[in-house]
């Protein structure tokens, strides 16, 4: 039977520096920081860790916001560039590993044409979007570009439950069980209705 992981996240030593000198303020909260060295480990643990667990293949994406700390104009370049590296690890074991396009998603139009173009030159498999984006959810017009462009290439994007509580007070009433399960949970309730969602 095949095995494949979505959402195996792997971090790349260059641009965990990279972001480091240039979000410093935000270090604290990026998802993985605490486990860098394992995330950077391809070779030596998690080939081995897959063979005994049964998978064959993982979905590689990258943890946390990443290029979305960084500023618009900044944020493209760096995810291009992350994309390319991610490329080359799937080079080096294109039977056990896959991926996730890296979007800079506080400028929309640039990570639609970085998806399209992560799919077209890499054959990555979509993309990995958090359900925010600095206090947006991914309904916000400003996110039309990209997905439609989504939309437009077939492709998936796989969302992170990732949300502000203030904003979400906010946006549907302080008090309110808009979730009732948290991050990981196997269904949420939203605004008083249940409606389960596979994580």
């Known amino acids: ?5 979505l959402e195996e996240h792997v971090s790349i030593a260059a641009f965990s520096d990279e972001l480091e000198r240039s979000a410093p303020a935000e270090r604290g909260g990026r998802s993985g920081a605490s486990r860098r060295d394992a995330l950077e480990d391809i070779e030596s643990a998690r080939l081995p860790s897959m063979d005994e667990n049964g998978i064959t293949l993982q979905i590689l994406s990258v943890p946390g916001p990443g290029a979305a700390l960084l500023s618009p104009e900044a944020g493209p370049d ?4 992350y994309n390319d590296a ?7 074991h294109p039977t056990r590993f896959a991926a996730f396009a890296h979007l800079p998603s506080t400028a929309p ?3 639609a044409d970085e998806l399209e173009r992560a799919v077209r030159e ?4 979509g993309a990995l979007l958090s359900g925010m984006v600095k206090d947006k959810f991914l309904d916000d017009p400003s996110f039309a570009p990209l997905l439609a462009r ?25 008090g309110r069980a808009v ?6 949970a196997d269904s949420v309730s939203t605004a008083g209705d249940d409606c389960d969602f596979p994580c």
Not at 1 to 5: G, N, P, Q
Not at 179 to 184: K, S, T, W
């Open 78 to 81: 760096y995810a291009k560039r």
């Open 150 to 174: 989504a939309e437009a290439l077939e492709f998936g994007a796989g969302l992170l439950h990732r949300f502000n509580r203030a904003r979400r007070e906010h946006d549907f009433g302080a």
């Open 109 to 111: 139009e640039a990570a």
């Open 179 to 184: 979730l009732q399960r948290d991050l990981f």
């Open 122 to 125: 890499h054959g990555f498999a």
């Open 86 to 92: 991610l490329a080359e690890v799937v080079r080096r």
């Open 1 to 5: 039977m095949r095995i494949v992981a």
